[in-house]
């Protein structure tokens, strides 16, 4: 077994307790909310669309160390970003996560990516996968204009 | 072996319960074998198995395995008479009058399923009431929520007071001349508070309802008797009682079943068939459509003979003890908030550590060998009453011991550790 340290890395911990730009927009373009049903954990995301680009994007809920901290990760990286960027990292996160072929990154992204990485660490644990990728589903819902909830189950 | 053998009924007198050894258990259940460091605290969401019943299996599906109740060769009656011989032996588990007032069916929520759709459809009415508690398994409480909503009736939850405890004055206060059935567990597998189900029961006939109990988590540790409790059905599930998954059986007062209509249909549950119409056989085999779990039965009545043989008496007092125990030092530790089970908790204890989510701190034991359950239980209501996303919950079986409590306590201490 991998040692716990590799999954709860320092800056994994520092989000968990300290999550950025966790708050409710209160006039967001578009919002969605996640839910995990196998832990109860709800996430809200919001986001403000200025055009194509990501004005605003911010999150509220309760959920363990590893989906805070995704969520808090996913809005640094994601302010000011395009939607198809979005996408891009999405694509490319979810597959570092779940172990899967890595699609193309642009090479403007792969700081962003990098700033990712430390979530990588849930690959070994297949039960906390669904943590480190809640807040994304639910960004891609939200920026779809779904109003259901997400859930990962 | 600390055993308690030769024991016929509760009749019999025995000399108060003798302590169990769960370190002389653990040899027979093969999973230690294989990792004898495995702090194995999730009996609760189901029990290991012992030899005797993985062998059991084996030994059944080589030797005497034939379809029941169908063939005249000799190798489907010896297939029957073992199936039917694990029915005696469930019978004789529970002590019910009838070895046919026992129904295999898959699992507790089968058999909960069974009652609200065959005796529910039946009986409750527009208007009437179905009243069960706050500490219900989804499985005590979604069948009854749904029947509720096919035929027009209410759902009426009695609530637990502020320490855990079953309230039977507000209980009371719910029951009316609509109820028409009571369901609850005996104990709770979120909190561990055992309920007082034979005033439970008192308190149901005297309103004129009948009554179901959810034993899902008392039959693997104290002794039942639905003779002297008067239930009208009690269900459990085989593999918490160190049974295979897949068995599980409702008991039923024989008057009901027999007034009952079937629930799924097919072969094996009846009399004639003819275009224009059919009959049913009688209890139990009305309610067993189609080839049944032939091997799981028999495995579950080696799981009961496990049980037997260590006693009930036993393992009750045992588990108590360790129950105790662990409550004693898990209160003990800063931080930790255990979550209150009224007067009387048995093998469930459920915590939460300040400030740290139940996934994490189940991530973490598990890195320490510890197996645990995290999250709502199938509890989501009492979550929402709670305040809460979810708990850690550790329980207790024959094979654990103080040694297990010690090394939780140490494995929550790292827990705090990492996320301090």
């Not at chain 2, 994490?360 to 199938?378: E, P």
Request: with cysteine; glycine share 8%.
């Amino acid at each position: 077994m991998m040692d716990l340290r590799e999954l709860y890395q320092d800056i994994i911990l520092d989000h968990g307790r300290h999550p950025r730009n966790f708050r409710k927009i209160e006039r967001p373009t578009h919002t969605a909310q996640g839910h995990n049903p196998l832990c109860g954990d709800r996430v809200t995301v919001y986001v403000t669309l200025d055009g194509e680009r990501i004005g605003d994007v911010a999150f509220e809920g309760r959920g363990c160390a590893i989906s805070t901290a995704a969520a808090s990760l996913m809005t640094e990286v994601l302010k000011g970003k395009t939607m198809a960027e979005a996408a891009e990292l999405f694509a490319h996160f979810h597959a570092r996560v779940t172990g899967a072929d890595e699609p193309p990154l642009t090479a403007s992204l792969s700081a962003d990516a990098e700033r990712l990485e430390p979530l990588t660490g849930v690959k070994a644990y297949p039960s906390r996968v669904k943590c480190a990728t809640l807040s994304w589903h639910a960004l891609q819902s939200a920026l779809k204009g779904e109003t259901r909830t997400v859930k990962t189950e | 072996m600390t055993t308690v053998s030769g024991r016929i009924g509760r009749a019999t007198a025995v000399p108060g319960p003798q302590p169990l050894d769960p370190r002389r258990i653990r040899v027979e259940f093969p999973v230690f074998d294989d990792d004898p460091d495995l702090v194995f605290l999730d009996s609760a969401a189901s029990a290991q198995k012992p030899r005797a019943v993985i062998d059991g299996l084996a030994a059944f599906y080589r030797s005497d395995y034939a379809n029941v109740h169908r063939g005249v060769y000799r190798l489907s009656q010896r297939s029957t008479d073992l199936f039917e011989e694990a029915r005696e032996k469930v019978r004789a588990y529970l002590n019910a009058a009838d070895r046919d007032e026992i129904v295999f069916v898959r699992n507790t929520t089968e058999a909960i399923n069974l009652v609200a759709w065959s005796w529910g459809e039946a009986f409750v009415k527009t208007g009437d009431e179905v009243l069960i508690t706050d500490l219900e398994h989804h499985s005590n409480l979604v069948p009854w929520q749904m029947l509720c909503e096919r035929v027009g009736a209410r759902l009426v939850v009695a609530p637990t007071d502020a320490t855990g405890e079953f309230d039977l004055a507000q209980f009371e206060a719910r029951l009316s001349p609509r109820t028409r059935m009571v369901a609850v567990t005996q104990l709770s597998n979120v909190t561990g508070a055992v309920l007082p189900v034979a005033r439970i029961v008192e308190l149901a006939h005297s309103a004129g309802a009948k009554i179901l109990i959810d034993g899902s988590q008392a039959a693997p540790r104290m002794p039942v008797d639905v003779t002297a409790l008067g239930c009208d059905f009690y269900a459990f599930t085989g593999h918490k009682v160190y049974g295979p998954t897949g068995i599980g059986v409702l008991y039923g007062r024989r008057a009901l079943l027999e007034a009952m209509p079937p629930w799924q249909t097919g072969g094996g549950m009846i009399e004639e068939v003819t275009y224009p119409k059919t009959t049913f056989q009688g209890p139990p085999h009305r309610f067993e459509a189609g080839t049944p779990d032939i091997a799981g039965a028999v495995g579950l009545g080696h799981a009961l003979d496990f049980v037997e043989r260590l006693g009930r008496d036993c393992i009750l007092a045992h588990e108590t003890a360790l129950t105790d125990y662990a409550v004693r030092l898990l209160s003990q530790i800063s931080g930790l908030r255990v979550l209150p089970a009224g007067q009387r908790q048995l093998a469930v204890v459920s915590f939460n550590l300040d400030g740290v989510h139940p996934h994490d701190v189940g991530t973490v034991l598990d890195q320490h060998n510890v197996a645990v359950r995290v999250g709502h239980h199938c509890a989501q209501p009492l979550m929402d009453k709670l305040g809460l996303a979810g708990t850690v919950r550790a329980s207790f079986g024959v094979y654990n011991d103080e040694a297990d409590v010690d090394a939780l306590v140490r494995a929550i201490e790292a827990a705090k550790e990492m996320f301090r």
